[in-house]
């Protein structure tokens, strides 16, 4: 289940639940007004080599792994 960001207008509040894709309303966890559900922008992460501090070529990528 993905993690969504809700806002509540009432108090300003904006926090995270874990929540179904359909739902787009929940209680604010302060007031108890209902929050609507965020757009937020995606974390930008980072995959492989450049994420562990790992060279960009570890040992034996030079090679066909046979595809060719």
């Known amino acids: 289940m993905p993690i969504y ?3 509540c207008a009432a ?3 904006t926090f ?3 929540s179904h894709s359909d739902v787009t309303e929940h209680p604010c966890p302060d007031c108890g ?3 609507a559900k965020a ?3 995606p974390a930008k992460g980072q995959v492989g080599a450049a994420a562990t501090g ?3 070529c570890a ?3 030079g090679k ?3 595809f060719t």
Do not use: N, Q, V, Y
């Open 5 to 7: 960001e809700f806002h």
């Open 11 to 13: 108090c300003d509040r």
């Open 16 to 18: 995270e639940k874990l």
């Open 33 to 35: 007004a209902t929050a």
């Open 39 to 41: 757009i937020s922008i």
């Open 54 to 56: 790992a060279p960009p």
């Open 59 to 61: 040992a034996g990528c």
């Open 64 to 66: 066909s792994s046979g």
